[in-house]
């Protein structure tokens, strides 16, 4: 392969070929904004031609004096749309520039073109996948504070509000959502301060070969001494390092670089068409200033709140991420997120951040979302929004004393969760009858239940396959006992083709239920076993018309 088939980034125009994230920073570039350069393999290169691109990629770099690595990043056709940003579902990977273990970065990123939460999140929206993605390279950028801006302007270009979180080095725990970043808003006079413990710098080659324990100079604001600290560990071209202690009274962002910010924004907002866009920049310690992406907002972020107490003992607060009310029963989850749709469809998910693994969970139609840690503008806190889930982040830590079952109301404008109803003890839970309920649960029986219950229902993803019914007319047709129906808890898509004898509905405020025409008028009550055996119940909603 030549040089020649590569794209430089300032000329990676064409969406199809070099998709949104990298057509996006090349307008920039056209438009004199401050856009690391880089170089663009496009979506249409087989194997062989970008492993033979690999040399001239590392010769680019050296010609570059790249110091701290590269970072290697998806830029799929799908990405940074208007109403599906697919935000932290594809990969980013820091490299040092050595050919194997750039090579093993840009396969990963390239194999997120086929992943199945990026399928799974695609039909969701609607959204056709072409199986392939561009891979963006550039220097990595040793960056003194970094974040993300979401910025909303009016029809003339006049910014109307703002939010921005920043933290020391690169803004990893901003994006992935494992730490809270200094937040400022329009709406509010001074920032709320960083909770952060670990910050990620790339390295250079000598820096990453230093064990954990050793210390390492931070790159120094202009015009103040530099801070030491100490490795953490190191790996993927990234340093891990003990945050230092911030100076009391000075905010990681100052006014000066706070107006610049927003100036940027506004001037990358006109030149790729936006009246609401979210960026991720990066400042060096010489205050020189880079958009790394910038996207549509796809939804706006909720307005801060006051941190006032509550009166109520059984309210917490924290930083609302996606608006709206949810209530259910509180269901606990460890990182990493593993939650089955059986497991999180209907409850109130309680976390300690929401990152890309929690795709699936939040697929499945959970009543909300409450996280102990990250904000409102974490990639999946985008993805809430975009899905309609209420969110609430920066939770106090003690909201995993919950009992699991507590019935919980989470407000995502107000940023507040609270205690409705506390679970019965276990042995009155036993006492729950299940006669004439239809049990949701994630899994058939392995032998008839003979438990009274009207019918089984089964949870499944939407867009997946349908869980195992009867398939055929002779079996669908006749009466089962008791008889077993698919719910999907998503209004959209449609289920699959059903198997003859059943018909699809719709639940208001539920999702899709494929019924048995044999078993006649639906379930009027549904009761749901989750994986720890805890009941709770509610009645069917009305049905609506397809």
């Given amino acids: 392969m030549t040089f020649a088939e590569m794209t430089g980034l300032a000329n990676a125009t064409d969406r199809a070929r070099h998709g949104r994230k990298a057509a996006a920073l090349a307008t920039l570039i056209a438009q004199g904004l401050p856009v690391p350069d880089g170089l663009v393999l496009p979506a249409d290169l087989t194997d062989e031609q970008v492993e033979g691109a690999v040399p001239d990629i590392v010769a680019w770099a050296r010609s570059h004096a790249v110091r701290h690595g590269l970072v290697v990043r998806s830029s799929a056709p799908e990405e940074d749309g208007p109403q599906a940003s ?24 390239r194999a997120g073109a086929t992943a199945p939460a990026v399928a799974a999140y695609a039909a969701h929206h609607h959204v056709p996948l072409t199986g392939r993605l561009a891979v963006l390279i550039q220097p990595a950028i040793r960056a003194h504070t970094a974040g993300v801006l979401a910025a909303d302007f009016d029809p003339t270009g006049r910014l109307q509000r703002w939010t921005l979180d920043a933290v020391h080095g690169l803004a990893v725990p901003v994006v992935n959502g494992s730490q809270r970043g200094e937040r400022h808003h329009s709406a509010r006079d001074s920032p709320v301060p960083a909770e952060q413990d670990v910050l990620f710098l790339p390295g250079t080659a000598r820096e990453l070969r230093r064990p954990p324990g050793e210390w390492i100079e931070l790159p120094a604001e202009k015009g103040l001494p530099p801070h030491r600290v100490k490795i953490q560990t190191s790996a993927g071209g990234l340093l891990q390092l003990h945050a230092p202690l911030q100076a009391q009274g000075r905010s990681l962002i100052n006014p000066s670089t706070r107006d610049r ?199 499944q993803l939407p867009g997946k396959a349908l869980p195992l019914v009867p398939d055929d007319a002779k079996t669908a047709t006749r009466a089962v006992e008791p008889p077993v129906g698919v719910l999907q808890p998503s209004d959209q898509p449609a289920l699959p083709p059903l198997p003859a004898g059943y018909q699809e509905h719709r639940l208001e405020g539920l999702g899709r239920l494929a019924w048995p025409s044999s078993a006649g008028p639906l379930p009027s009550r549904l009761v749901v076993l989750d994986l720890e055996d805890l009941i709770y119940e509610r009645p069917a909603p009305p049905v609506g018309p397809l």
């Avoid at 941190?307 to 460890?334: E, L």
């Avoid at 990182?335 to 890309?356: E, H, K, Q, R, Y």
């Fill in 86 to 109: 697919f935000a932290g579902l594809y990969a980013s990977r820091f490299t040092r520039v050595r050919p194997p273990a750039l090579l093993a970065a840009i396969r990963e990123v």
């Fill in 261 to 459: 910010l927003l100036r940027l924004a506004g001037r990358a907002a006109a030149a790729l068409g936006l009246d609401q866009i979210d960026i991720e920049w990066a400042a060096t310690g010489g205050r020189t200033l880079y958009i790394l992406q910038a996207r549509p907002l796809t939804g706006p972020v909720p307005e801060p709140h006051a941190d006032a107490p509550s009166d109520d003992d059984a309210a917490w607060r924290g930083i609302p991420a996606s608006p709206g009310r949810g209530s259910g029963p509180a269901h606990h989850v460890r990182l990493p997120m593993t939650a089955s749709a059986g497991s999180s469809a209907g409850t109130v998910i309680i976390c300690d951040n929401i990152g890309p693994d929690a795709l699936d969970a939040l697929l499945a139609g959970p009543a909300a979302i409450a996280a102990t840690s990250g904000g409102p503008l974490s990639h999946a806190a985008i993805v809430a929004r975009e899905l309609g889930v209420p969110c609430v982040t920066a939770l106090p830590t003690d909201l995993h004393k919950i009992k699991t079952g507590a019935l919980l109301t989470v407000d995502g404008t107000a940023g507040t969760v609270q205690i409705t109803a506390v679970p019965e003890a276990s042995s009155d839970r036993q006492r729950t009858s299940l006669a004439n309920a239809a049990v949701v649960t994630s899994a058939l029986p392995t032998r008839p239940p003979e438990d009274g219950r009207r019918a089984t229902i089964l949870l």
